[in-house]
């Protein structure tokens, strides 16, 4: 079974700050990769996705994430933070083995202040 | 843009009592999701349904739950005799296709069991 594990639980950072969010996965065979948001009171967003093709994706709102496969990694990053980026952000995993089911990491609290 | 809605958005109940969770997909999906975040864990899968059966489900999802579509757009979780545990945000998400297919996630259902 697969596994997605996020290093930080809470990060903290001043606006214009940079951000890293890290995120592992383990499983032996090919998968898609997914970071969501949760804004405070809303619901789980697509921030962006990675299905094949170019490892460097980009999604809304400045974001983008590096599928790196020998790593097993999907690390989000955004050069400059903003205040309105306080959430909560969720990596996931689907195994491409004829399953859908998205198992998720244990999310990353961003707190901007600004 | 189209969105998973669902209702209520927030539901009290006692202990031994039966809920039922509803959920209206995006309506050309197919592929039909229930999803848990106990308060401080991380998005659990519970259940996946597809062409009007139930295509997975993960060990959370015993004898207490249910799922069914009723009826052309509505996708319901019923929980038979609540338990203190089943205290949880519950996400509905729906996909258009399987594996190479991005879940949307409705805003969720907090469930609160005294």
């Known amino acids: 079974a697969q596994s997605v594990s996020q290093h930080n639980h809470h990060v903290i950072l001043s606006e214009a700050a940079s951000l890293e969010l890290g995120c592992n996965y383990s499983y032996g065979g090919t998968v898609n990769l997914f970071w969501y948001v949760q804004y405070p009171g809303q619901h789980l967003q697509l921030l962006l996705k990675?299905?094949?093709?170019?490892?460097l994706v980009k999604g809304i709102k400045g974001f983008e994430a590096e599928f790196i496969k020998s790593k097993f990694s999907f690390n989000l990053r955004k050069p400059s933070v903003q205040w309105s980026d306080t959430a909560e952000y969720f990596c996931?995993?689907?195994?491409?083995?004829?399953?859908?089911?998205?198992?998720f990491g244990k999310g990353t609290m961003l707190l901007v202040s600004p | 843009e189209p969105e998973v809605t669902q209702t209520p958005s927030h539901q009290v109940t006692q202990m031994g009592q039966e809920v039922i969770l509803r959920c209206v997909p995006i309506?050309?999906?197919?592929?039909f999701y229930w999803y848990r975040q106990i308060l401080g864990q991380k998005v659990e899968f519970l259940v996946s349904?597809?062409?009007?059966?139930?295509?997975?489900k993960s060990e959370i999802f015993d004898d207490q739950f249910s799922v069914e579509r009723p009826d052309g757009s509505n996708f319901t979780l019923k929980i038979r005799s609540t338990k203190l545990e089943d205290s949880a945000m519950y996400f509905c998400a729906s996909s258009a296709g399987l594996e190479a297919d991005t879940q949307y996630f409705g805003p969720g259902t907090r469930l609160t069991v005294l």
């Open positions: 990675y299905f094949s093709g170019d490892p």
């Open positions: 996931a995993v689907n195994a491409l083995s004829g399953y859908s089911t998205l198992t």
């Open positions: 309506s050309n999906h197919l592929y």
């Open positions: 349904f597809y062409n009007n059966e139930i295509s997975e």
